[in-house]
């Protein structure tokens, strides 16, 4: 009797790769004032105003209110570089200022400025993290002119492909023309952008009408401090640090969808 063959075993299909799932964003969009800095308490920020008003003769506390009743117009550059609109301001008040005491009330307001620009223990790192990871970063800033004249000299400038300042583009936020334009200048679409903030001028929503992905950074101490228009009634996706951005970024599946999932499941 003859043996019959040895069985050939069935060929093993080869194994098909799984595939690479491509990061849910491209391009991650910040703000600046209390997301990047720590939030400075109000009364802070009335001393960084009072410190510009001496030069310029004037009382404290009426350059705080003038300060603060023209903070959209400084924002979107309506009255000009800083010499401009303090003389402009400075007219407002009943004041005619010199060249001299404007150039000194200019630089008070610098200084006091700068001394608020503290960042966030774990921005660097977070920053950092971002760039490692491939991701596009843009800084998109409600802002008066101080920020644009020190922005180059910051530690964390480096680690921007652009930032878009309010008052050069005479665009504010939640103006829905002002982050489209942080995303052609990233050279992504709006919908390729995790946005980060703590919510003042109503930026989230504004990021989300434009389609980006809106996150509050709602930190320790968010409550020190009221920003303009912030929208305190946000029920949307939030963050309590950067470190917690990166975590969030690395997590496994992560997308728009998942995003705004994890946060409807934790409610």
């Known amino acids: 009797m003859t043996p ?4 050939v075993p069935a060929p093993v299909p080869a194994s098909t790769p799984a595939p690479v799932q491509a990061p849910a964003f491209t391009a991650v ?39 603060t009743a023209s903070f959209v117009e400084r924002a979107t550059g309506a009255l000009g570089d800083l010499p401009e609109t303090f003389r402009a301001l400075a007219r407002r008040c ?5 060249e001299g005491a404007l150039a000194e009330a200019c630089e ?26 491939g991701y596009r970063v843009g800084l998109l800033s409600d802002c008066t002119p101080e920020l644009p004249v020190a922005w180059p000299q910051l530690a964390v400038s480096g680690f921007f492909d652009t930032a878009v300042f309010s008052c050069v583009e005479g665009l504010k936020k939640p103006n829905p023309a002002f982050f489209r334009l942080v995303a052609e200048r990233l050279g992504v679409a709006p919908a390729d ?10 930026e989230l929503s504004g990021a989300a009408a434009v389609g980006m992905t809106p996150l509050m950074l709602r930190a320790e101490d968010w409550h020190s401090n009221s920003a303009y228009d912030r929208e305190d009634d946000w ?27 994890q946060h409807q499941d934790r409610d």
């Open 4 to 7: 019959a063959p040895p069985a």
């Open 29 to 67: 969009v910040i703000d600046f004032f209390g997301t990047l800095t720590t939030s400075a308490p109000d009364e802070v920020w009335f001393q960084a105003a009072a410190a510009s008003a001496a030069p310029l003769g004037l009382e404290p506390a009426l350059w705080r209110e003038t300060l």
């Open 94 to 98: 009943g004041v005619d200022p010199s």
């Open 108 to 133: 008070a307001r610098v200084k006091a400025q700068n001394e608020l620009f503290v960042f966030r223990e774990d921005v660097l790192g977070a920053l950092q993290a971002l760039k490692a990871r």
């Open 193 to 202: 952008c995790l946005y980060v903030g703590d919510g003042g001028s109503r």
């Open 235 to 261: 029920a949307g996706a939030e963050i309590a640090s950067f470190t917690a951005l990166i975590s969030k970024i690395d997590a496994a599946g992560l997308s728009a969808r998942s995003l705004l999932a």
